[in-house]
């Protein structure tokens, strides 16, 4: 997918909050605050809340598409660091390959933007449940090398059917992989697409949070 449009569209004003914070509250069926964003051009993504077993979950579905959803909030990654999340995938992408253009699809994505004055200086933290990439590595985005850098928290079909847990220090990734220290957060967003691949993906997010520790 072009990851431009998406970060452009992900400047916005946020809100302050206390140590904890609920971004995605999917497993008690709250959507509030998550906002649908499409790609000139491109199918849509399908994201809705569905069961499994006590709680609500969000589901993704692509096929041959790409579009996400946004949470747009400001915070200090100095102050509250900590991104912690679940997903489960049902498989990753055959034809999927980081480092191309051909291949920049996801069963599941997670984003933090960090937004400038200037949209081109925007910058972009992706959390990717990998195709190829070892688990672990990052890679610069195939459509934005400059703005958006990928880390693979998970990689390959060996967890596929699984409930994962994830936890990412923001702060630290950023700095590592954009040798700067990050200016304010704006907007958390997640994303399922294969409009580049043409295949199919499912995926299920469960409640995403922000922390000091």
Known sequence: MKAIPLIIVLIAAGSAFAAITTVGRFST????????????????????????????VLKAESHGSASGLIYRIKFDSRQNPILRWSWKVSGTMKKGDEQSRAGDDYPARVYVVFPRTFFWQTRAVNYIWANRLAKGASVPNAFAPKNIRMV????GPANAGRWVAEERNIHEDYVKLFGEEPPRAGAIAIMTDTDNTGEDAVAWYGDITLSAK
């Open 29 to 56: 069926g709250d959507m509030s605050g998550w906002e649908e964003k499409t790609l000139r051009g491109k199918k849509k993504s399908v994201y809705t809340l569905v069961r499994e077993g006590e709680h609500n």
């Open 152 to 155: 693979a928290v998970e990689s």
